[in-house]
C-alpha cells in the first residue's frame, strides 16, 4: 500500500498562505535503511560501514536549515558531527558555441569565458519531497531548485556501507547552446566548525580555526577535498574525481576548494565546499555541455568520520587509491599522449638535465608503468631541416632511455598530424629515425653516418609502408573533436586506415556533459561505429595533456590502459610486447576507481573472435573491483547496422567491492560485442571488443 504523508501546517508570511510540503514515502522499500517522518522532519538513518551507523535530520521548513543534525554512531550511541547546515550551489551560465565545423556539442575548441557569461544562487523553496530506494541507496528529492532558466530538485542520495552521502542540485533548462559552470558546498546556520582542514600541495596537513568574518577564500589542495573538523568528527567534502572537472589542455591546480564567508558574494553566511574556474588554463576552455531537456547532475560528496581530519582524508583517499591507479596482477599501466616537451624545452635548451626530472616522479607517483609521449607537438622540426629533426630524436631516445627503469617504462611518440589528415599519434616498438617531409630527389630509405637508418616520408602510402616495415602502430588523437574534428570519419575508406597499423581511436572526457552517469560517450560510440563498418579496431586512453608537475592536478585528468602482460620489456631490447597487446586488443581502459582483472564471453577473451552457437545464447563474465559503489554494467553489440545495449542494474553493491559477474545474454545476429562498468561518480572502465562470427 502506498504510505503517503500529508503534513498539514497553516502558516502565514505577510498576507501569503501556503501549504506544508508534501511528502511521499510510496517507492520507500526495505533495503536496510530507514526512513521516519515527524512533521516536518525526516530523518534517514543508513548503516555506514564498521559497525556504524549515518544519521541525518533533513528539515523542510523554509525558516530553517535543511541538514538539521548529521550524526554518526555504534548501536544507540549517536555523535552529533555537525548541525544547521544547508547546501549551497552557484550555477554559472555561458554560451556554447555549435558550429558544426567545430564539432557541435562534441567542441572542444570553444572560449566560453570570452563571451558573456553570469552566476547564479540555487534558491532551494523546499516546496515538497519524495523518498526512493534504488538497491542499496536511499534517495530523498526535494522539489523546488532553480537558478536564472534552470529549474529542479535537490537530491540526497545515501549509500548503505559507507557513511558517505551524495548532494546534488538536479537542474533541466529549455535553452539551447548552454554552457555551464557549477560551484557548491555546505553552509553554516549555527555554530562554526572547529577547524578547516586540507592536504596542500606537497601532501602536508593543513588546519585553520574559523571565525565569523573569515572572508571566503580559495584553496589549493590536494585529493580535491576540503574538511570540517568538530570534537565529535569530522566531514570531508569532496566532488567527483573525474567527472568534476571539464577537458582542458592542462592540468593546473585552480584552486578546486574554497571555505569563509560570502562565497562569490552569492552564498551569505560562512561556508565550505568546491569550486571550478571559469577561465580554466586560459587556453581553449569548453566548460560542461548543457543540452536543453537534459538532467544536470551539479553535486558533491561528503564523507563522515568519528575521528580527525587526518582520518577523514585517508577514508577518502581509498576512494581513488591514493591517486593511483592500482596494480593488477599480469597487467601492467599504461597512460599516452602527454606533451610535456622535456626533449626542446630541457634536453636541448642549453639547461641542466635533472637526474630525475620532477615530470617522472609525478608520473611514477600515480602508479603509471608504460608512458608513451607525444613530443614536437608545436616545438622541433618533425619536418626537417635533417640536421635539426634527427638531433631532436636522438636526445629524446637517450632521455627515455635514461629514465626507465625495470618498472616504468618512458617510451618516445609523437603527435604527427602529417599524412593521414587530422591528428593522429605515432608508435614504434623501438627508437625509429624519420622525417616527415621528402624532396623528390630523396630515397624513402637511406643510411646516416651518425644515426644509421633514416625515413623520409612524403605522403599517406609511405607513412603506411613505414609503419608496415617498424611494425609500427598509428591511431586517432581525440577522435571527431579538436584537430580532429571529422575524423577518423573522413578516411575511414582509405587503405591506410583499413591497416592492421591503424589501431584505432583514442578516449579522454570529450565532452563533458553532468546530465550523463558516465564520462564522455563520444569515441566509445566511435569504436561502436568502428565495428559496424567492419573493421577490427580498438580504442586506448589518452590523457592529452601538457605540463606535468607535483603542484597539478593531475589525478583529475587521467585515464589507463591496463595492459595484460606479466612484466615490462626491458627499453634496450625494444617494446615489441607492448604494442602486440595494444594490436590484440589486451588490454581495458579504466578512470581507476573501477577495474577489471578479468573478462570472457563463452571462454574467449577481448580482441579474440567467438563463434556463436545456433541458439545465439552466450554468458559474459566480468570481475570488477571498485571503490565507490557501482552504479550499472553495459553490454553493447552490433550487428553492422545497428548498436544495441543491454543495461545490468549494479545498485545493490556497496563501496570497495570485488565480484565476478556473470550475465546471460542472446548475440543472434551480432557481430561484435563489449562491455562497460560505471560507479555512482561516473568513474568506470571499458573492454575491448570480442568479435562474433555465426
Known amino acids: 500500500m502506498k504510505k503517503i504523508l500529508l503534513i498539514c501546517a497553516f502558516f502565514c508570511c505577510v498576507d501569503t498562505f501556503a501549504q506544508a510540503p508534501l511528502v511521499d514515502l ?29 544519521k541525518m535530520t533533513l528539515d523542510l521548513n523554509q525558516k530553517n536549515p535543511l541538514f538539521s543534525s548529521i550524526q554518526l554512531g555504534k548501536g544507540k550511541a549517536f555523535k552529533e558531527i555537525t548541525a544547521g547546515l544547508d547546501p549551497a550551489f552557484v550555477l554559472t551560465v555561458g554560451k556554447r558555441t555549435l558550429s558544426p565545423n567545430s564539432g557541435g556539442w562534441d567542441v572542444f575548441f570553444d572560449r566560453v569565458p570570452k563571451k558573456p557569461y553570469q552566476s547564479y544562487a540555487v534558491n532551494i523553496d523546499k516546496r515538497s519531497a519524495k523518498v526512493t530506494t534504488n538497491g542499496q541507496q536511499t534517495i530523498v528529492r526535494i522539489s523546488g531548485a532553480h ?73 589549493e589542495v590536494k585529493y580535491r577535498t576540503i574538511i570540517g573538523e568538530n570534537p565529535n568528527g569530522s566531514l570531508a567534502l569532496f566532488p567527483a574525481p573525474h567527472q568534476y572537472f571539464y577537458p582542458l589542455d592542462e592540468a593546473f591546480n585552480l584552486k578546486f576548494t574554497w571555505y569563509g564567508k560570502d562565497y562569490h558574494n552569492l552564498i551569505p553566511g560562512f561556508g ?17 555541455n548543457a543540452p536543453p531537456g537534459t538532467q544536470q547532475r551539479l553535486n558533491f560528496f561528503c564523507l563522515l568520520e568519528e575521528g580527525n581530519a587526518e582520518k577523514a582524508l585517508q577514508e577518502v583517499k581509498a576512494f581513488t587509491h591514493g591517486d593511483a591507479y592500482k596494480p593488477l596482477p599480469g597487467f601492467k599501466t599504461m597512460s599516452t599522449h602527454f606533451h610535456n616537451e622535456f626533449t626542446t624545452q630541457v634536453a636541448l635548451s642549453g639547461k641542466p638535465i635533472p637526474e630525475k626530472p620532477e615530470f617522472v616522479d609525478v608520473l611514477k607517483k600515480h602508479g603509471l608503468n608504460i608512458v608513451k609521449l607525444a613530443e614536437f607537438h608545436g616545438p622541433g622540426h618533425p619536418k626537417g ?17 635514461r629514465l626507465s627503469d625495470a618498472n616504468f617504462l618512458l617510451l ?55 609503419l608496415e616495415l617498424e611494425k609500427g602502430l598509428a591511431w586517432t588523437a581525440h577522435a571527431r573533436t579538436k584537430g580532429s574534428t571529422g575524423y577518423p570519419d573522413a578516411y575511414k575508406d582509405e587503405s591506410f586506415f583499413k591497416s592492421e597499423t591503424f589501431l584505432g581511436a583514442a578516449w579522454k572526457a570529450i565532452p563533458a556533459d553532468l546530465s550523463i552517469p558516465t564520462l564522455s560517450q563520444r569515441v566509445l560510440k566511435l569504436g561502436d561505429d568502428m565495428a559496424n563498418w567492419g573493421l577490427k579496431k580498438h580504442v586506448i586512453s589518452e590523457a592529452d595533456v601538457f605540463t606535468i608537475t607535483n603542484q597539478n592536478e593531475m589525478y583529475a585528468h587521467l585515464n589507463v590502459n591496463y595492459l595484460e602482460m606479466d612484466k615490462l620489456p626491458d627499453y634496450s631490447e625494444g617494446w ?11 588490454f581495458f581502459v579504466s578512470t581507476g576507481e573501477v577495474v577489471i582483472p578479468a573478462f570472457s564471453i563463452d571462454g574467449k577473451k577481448s580482441g579474440e573472435t567467438l563463434s556463436l552457437n545456433k541458439s545465439g545464447k552466450v554468458l559474459v563474465k566480468m570481475q570488477l573491483d571498485w571503490t565507490f559503489p557501482m552504479n550499472y554494467a553495459e553490454i553493447v553489440s552490433g550487428d553492422g547496422t545497428k548498436i544495441y545495449r543491454e543495461r545490468i542494474n549494479l545498485n545493490n553493491t556497496q563501496a570497495f567491492g570485488n565480484k565476478v559477474f556473470s550475465w546471460p545474454v542472446n548475440l543472434t545476429g551480432r557481430k561484435w560485442v563489449r562491455v562497460e562498468a560505471w560507479d555512482i561518480a561516473a568513474n568506470g572502465a571499458f573492454t575491448q571488443m570480442i568479435w562474433l562470427q555465426p
Open 412 to 466: 618516445p611518440g609523437e603527435e604527427a598530424n602529417n599524412f593521414y589528415g587530422g591528428h593522429w599519434l605515432a608508435f614504434f616498438p623501438k627508437p625509429v629515425y624519420w622525417v616527415m617531409s621528402r624532396k623528390a630527389e630523396e630515397p624513402f630509405v637511406s643510411e646516416n653516418p651518425t644515426y644509421g637508418k633514416v625515413y623520409h616520408v612524403g605522403n599517406s602510402a609511405e607513412m603506411l609502408k613505414l
Open 26 to 54: 510510496s517507492d520507500v522499500k526495505k533495503n536496510g535503511a530507514n526512513v521516519t517522518i515527524n512533521q516536518k522532519l525526516i530523518t534517514v538513518s543508513w548503516p555506514a560501514g564498521k559497525g556504524q551507523t549515518g
Open 272 to 288: 565550505m565546499g568546491i569550486r571550478q574556474d571559469p577561465l580554466g588554463d586560459n587556453r581553449y576552455v569548453p566548460w560542461f
Open 385 to 401: 631541416p635533417d640536421g635539426e629533426r634527427l638531433k631532436e630524436l636522438q636526445s629524446l631516445f637517450e632521455q627515455t632511455k
Open 147 to 219: 537558478a536564472d532558466r534552470f529549474d529542479g530538485a535537490i537530491e540526497i542520495t545515501y549509500y548503505n556501507g559507507s557513511p558517505l552521502f551524495n548532494v546534488a542540485a538536479v537542474l533541466s533548462t529549455h535553452i539551447d547552446s548552454t554552457a555551464i559552470l557549477y560551484d557548491a558546498g555546505l553552509v553554516n546556520k549555527k555554530s562554526l566548525w572547529k577547524s578547516m582542514a586540507w592536504a596542500n600541495v606537497q601532501d602536508e596537513m593543513q588546519h585553520a580555526t574559523p571565525s565569523a568574518g573569515d572572508a571566503s577564500k580559495n584553496i
Open 576 to 586: 615489441q610486447p607492448v604494442l602486440d597487446v595494444m594490436r590484440k586488443g589486451r
